[in-house]
């Protein structure tokens, strides 16, 4: 069905590396007339790539469940409007006055999440983090759809994370209702399924880029003790980033003239990542589970019982 190749995940010569910042990267964009919509864009992570991708021109929008919050974050910077991400009818609304508008939608940025949080239950009683991280951002995907095939060259980013290596999605019991809940496990499989989202939104037509954007301090890590905050600073700190790196690879997903052609991948340390081995102990590459096109089909079929919804 489907005929459409992911592109090799294997590093490109970039123009950048670890180091960048999201500055760097927009340098040389004009995004006048372009509109983008970036989730969880007021925060962390998110509010520097508004910030960024505003700088360039774009009319950035920021669907957030807390507007008067978000406003105060953003200022001038973007048009928040109210959205909460794990409501099917608010994710409805919020897409249906966007496509009610016309405007074609040149960039979505998925990325907004949460991590390791105790279990909880969303709307259809899905574990939290696989229907905040997953099926809320599927789900905004497929109602933009028509939006995205109207603008001349779309691009949809999915934010993913390393932390994809401690589960891939395990199709049997992905909402924890037989085994035990791992608030790390059910975090690392939402991760997968970002991977995983990407291939199967490229596969269907848009450009998508995973991107991992490596060890950044923000508001995601509230839930984390603080042993386990510095357990994490420790073994991460070839990988720490201030947030404007930490941007940078959604930025560069978003607009590297480097991507034309190319879709389908996990990114890091703006670049393509490198595949390593399911066993590997790295904080960097692309575990196999969460780049494997035939998962990534399951996963969109899954995606489609849960939430009812298909692009046309």
């Known amino acids: 069905m489907h005929a459409r190749m992911p592109t090799p995940q294997a590093r490109i010569a970039s123009d950048f590396n670890r180091d ?37 021109g774009a009319r950035v929008i920021v669907p957030a469940r807390d507007v008067q919050k978000a406003t105060a974050a953003v200022g001038k910077l973007a048009t928040v409007e109210p959205m909460e991400l794990t409501d099917p009818a608010s994710v409805a609304a919020f897409a249906d006055r966007f496509l009610k508008a016309g405007t074609p939608l040149d960039l979505l940025i998925n990325n907004a999440g949460i991590m390791a949080n105790p279990l909880t239950r969303v709307a259809r009683n899905i574990e939290s983090q696989f229907g905040t991280n997953h099926v809320g951002h599927f ?10 095939k109207k603008a001349e060259a779309p691009r949809i980013v999915a934010l993913t994370s390393v932390g994809h290596r401690r589960s891939p999605v395990d199709f049997d019991d992905w909402n924890f209702e037989r ?43 509230k839930f984390m003790t603080p042993e386990e905050t ?37 990114c890091e340390d703006c670049n393509i990542a490198t595949p390593v081995p399911a066993d590997s102990q790295e904080t960097r590459g692309i575990r196999p589970w969460a780049m494997d096109p035939s998962l990534a089909e399951r996963l969109w079929t899954l995606s489609e019982q849960i939430t009812g919804l298909a692009i046309a």
């Open 179 to 221: 085994r035990p809940y791992d608030r790390w496990m059910a975090y690392g499989q939402s991760k997968s399924a970002n991977a995983l989202f990407a291939i199967g939104a490229n596969a269907r037509g848009v450009k998508a880029f995973s991107v991992h954007p490596g060890g950044i301090l923000t508001g995601l890590g």
């Open 20 to 56: 960048s910042t999201a500055a760097e990267v927009i340098r040389g964009h004009d995004l006048h007339g372009k509109t983008v919509i970036v989730t969880g864009g007021s925060a962390g992570i998110g509010l520097e790539t508004t910030r960024v991708l505003a700088s360039a």
């Open 230 to 266: 510095e357990a994490l600073i420790s073994r991460a700190r070839n990988m720490m980033k201030t947030v404007e790196q930490g941007a940078a690879t959604s930025v560069w997903a978003a607009v590297s003239r480097q991507l034309d052609g190319l879709g389908g991948v996990y």
């Open 139 to 148: 789900e905004l995907t497929v109602r933009l759809w028509p939006a995205l």
